[in-house]
T-cell receptor, first 109, second 114 residues
């Protein structure tokens, strides 16, 4: 079966750095996505990785290792507005997104 | 530019009732998707459409039907609602199917089936 694993919840301090991990087992791989979802709102796109390595976009970076079935999202200089759930999703061989359950990130002052 | 809109925002049904959820997008996207999101689970694809007049089954299609009569709109129907269909339903759209292309999501419909 297809499976995406992420930690359920993480806590971090404002101004710090946090790394959210995602491991996956899917039938085929056509890219990995990270989305942000604030409580009660729709998911919004953060990043896309299809090749191994690090993609940086402002305070957010995303890393992929296809051989290990592993990705992480790195958030720097945390702000209170970063409190949200972070969803990892993999596009499989049928070009459908398989989603993880999400990691709820709590930021403390 | 409204993006993706969904109606209604909230709905309460009794078991056995039917309803239709409406999704509209003004970005001229070819691809549209219906997901459900349940606590502790990832988004799950119900049905999707690759263009006007076309639909296909996703991961959890049972109990739902879908239609895409116009490029801008997609409907999701529940023929006979069951408590297991209590969920938050999201519609999404994208310009293409694959590659570094984000899906744009609507605000969701919160459905409770009693």
């Amino acid at each position: 079966g297809q499976n995406i694993d992420q930690p359920t919840e993480m806590t971090a301090t404002e101004g710090a750095i946090v790394q959210i991990n995602c491991t996956y087992q899917t039938s085929g791989f056509n890219g990995l996505f990270w989305y942000q979802q604030h409580a009660g709102e729709a998911p919004t796109f953060l990043s896309y990785n299809v090749l191994d390595g690090l993609e940086e976009k402002g305070r957010f970076s995303s890393f992929l290792s296809r051989s290990k079935g592993y990705s992480y999202l790195l958030l720097k200089e945390l702000q209170m507005k970063d409190s949200a759930s972070y969803l990892c999703a993999v596009m499989d061989s049928n070009y459908q997104l398989i989603w993880g359950a999400g990691t709820k990130l709590i930021i403390k002052p | 530019n409204a993006g993706v809109t969904q109606t209604p925002k909230f709905r309460v049904l009794k078991t056995g009732q039917s309803m239709t959820l409406l999704c509209a997008q003004d970005m001229n996207h070819e691809y549209m998707y219906w997901y459900r999101q349940d606590p502790g689970m990832g988004l799950r694809l119900i049905h999707y459409s690759v263009g006007e007049g076309t639909t296909a089954k996703g991961e959890v299609p049972d109990g739902y039907n879908v239609s895409r009569l116009k490029k801008q709109n997609v409907l999701l129907g529940l023929e006979s609602a069951a408590p297991s269909q209590t969920s938050v339903y999201f519609c999404a759209s994208s310009y293409v199917l694959a590659g570094a292309v984000e899906q744009f999501f609507g605000p969701g419909t919160r459905l409770t089936v009693l």
